[in-house]
C-alpha cells in the first residue's frame, strides 16, 4: 500500500489524479505537503515514536497506544491549516492515549486523543485553562479557532 497517491493529499479538491506527483523526485528537495507546514512532519516523527515506545507500565498504567488513537492523531494534525506553530510535543497518555501540546511562554494549546473516547482540546494561559471543547469527528477542524489566538 503506498501512501503517496492523492487520496492522502490534505488539498483534495486540488489534486489531479494523473497530475504532479505530491512528492520532489530529487531527495534534496523538501516534500511540498512539509513545506507548506513545517511543523508537521516533526509531529508525525514523534506520533510514531510515541506509539514504537509505548508499553504497558505495571502499577502505573496502560501506555500502549493503538493504531486507531493514531489515525485519529494524524487526523487531527491534518486538519490544522497554520503554516507557522512550534514543533509540538507529544506523550503517551495511560488508557492508550496521546497528548499533543504546543506551547510558547505561558500560553499553549492542548490535545488530548482517547481510543473510543474521541478528542478533547483546551487553550492554556499559565497552565490556566481559558477555553476547552471535545471534538466530535467532523469537528477537527475546530483545532484552527483554538490555534488563532495562540498564532496571534
Given at each position: 500500500?503506498?501512501?503517496?497517491?492523492?487520496?492522502?493529499?490534505?488539498?483534495?479538491?486540488?489534486?489531479?489524479?494523473?497530475?504532479?506527483?505530491?512528492?520532489?523526485?530529487?531527495?534534496?528537495?523538501?516534500?511540498?505537503?512539509?513545506?507548506?507546514?513545517?511543523?508537521?512532519?516533526?509531529?508525525?516523527?514523534?506520533?510514531?515514536?510515541?506509539?514504537?515506545?509505548?508499553?504497558?507500565?505495571?502499577?502505573?498504567?496502560?501506555?500502549r497506544?493503538?493504531?486507531?488513537?493514531?489515525?485519529?492523531?494524524?487526523?487531527?494534525?491534518?486538519?490544522?491549516?497554520?503554516?507557522f506553530?512550534?514543533?509540538?510535543?507529544?506523550?503517551?497518555?495511560?488508557?492508550?492515549?496521546?497528548?499533543?501540546?504546543?506551547?510558547s511562554?505561558?500560553?499553549?494549546?492542548?490535545?488530548?486523543?482517547?481510543?473510543?473516547?474521541?478528542?478533547?482540546?483546551?487553550?492554556?494561559?499559565?497552565?490556566?485553562?481559558?477555553?476547552?471543547?471535545?471534538?466530535?469527528?467532523?469537528?477537527?477542524?475546530?483545532?484552527?479557532?483554538?490555534?488563532?489566538?495562540?498564532?496571534?
Amino acid at each position: 500500500m503506498s501512501l503517496f497517491c492523492p487520496e492522502n493529499c490534505a488539498y483534495l479538491d486540488r489534486v489531479a489524479p494523473h497530475g504532479d506527483a505530491l512528492w520532489t523526485d530529487s531527495v534534496f528537495e523538501v516534500p511540498r505537503m512539509v513545506d507548506k507546514r513545517p511543523w508537521l512532519a516533526h509531529a508525525f516523527t514523534e506520533l510514531l515514536q510515541v506509539q514504537r515506545n509505548s508499553e504497558e507500565a505495571p502499577g502505573i498504567g496502560d501506555f500502549r497506544v493503538t493504531d486507531d488513537t493514531l489515525n485519529m492523531a494524524g487526523r487531527v494534525l491534518g486538519s490544522i491549516k497554520y503554516r507557522f506553530l512550534p514543533n509540538p510535543s507529544l506523550f503517551a497518555l495511560s488508557g492508550g492515549g496521546i497528548q499533543i501540546i504546543w506551547s510558547s511562554g505561558a500560553d499553549s494549546v492542548e490535545v488530548s486523543i482517547f481510543p473510543g473516547e474521541g478528542v478533547g482540546v483546551a487553550r492554556l494561559a499559565d497552565d490556566v485553562p481559558i477555553k476547552a471543547k471535545d471534538l466530535g469527528l467532523a469537528e477537527y477542524g475546530q483545532m484552527n479557532d483554538f490555534l488563532a489566538d495562540f498564532v496571534g
